[in-house]
Nanobody, 119 residues
């Protein structure tokens, strides 16, 4: 059983920055691709960024390119999402998710952390 615990959300002004963290436990972290998703009110959940095991590759949604950076610390079983130049459209609940090697879908999800961008 994988457990994912996110933290780092909050209220930030437009143009501000936040760093989200997600601590992974229960299985071997390095065997998982990690992703960040978000869901805004009235909208479907969408992927924001992902990072493969071994940091061999990363993926960013168009909305995140140039502003967000995903990283992982395999020694700490933690994945991060550094967000810069935040906009009101970035307001959402952000979820961490884990996908084991060989899977096409993310099997494990955190409880989410709220990010609100507002003046």
């Amino acid at each position: 059983q994988v457990q994912l615990v996110e933290s780092g959300g909050g209220l930030v002004q437009p143009g501000g920055s936040l760093r989200l963290s997600c601590v992974f436990s229960g299985r071997t972290f390095i065997q998982y691709t990690m992703g960040w998703f978000r869901q805004a009110p009235g909208k479907e959940r969408e992927i924001v960024a992902a990072i493969a095991r071994g940091r061999t590759s990363t993926y960013y949604a168009d909305s995140a390119k140039g502003r967000f950076t995903i990283s992982r610390d395999d020694a700490r079983n933690t994945v991060y999402l550094q967000m810069y130049s935040l906009k009101p459209d970035d307001t959402a609940v952000y979820y961490c998710a884990a996908k084991p090697v060989g899977n096409s879908a993310y099997d494990w999800w955190g409880q989410g952390t709220q990010v609100t961008v507002s003046s």
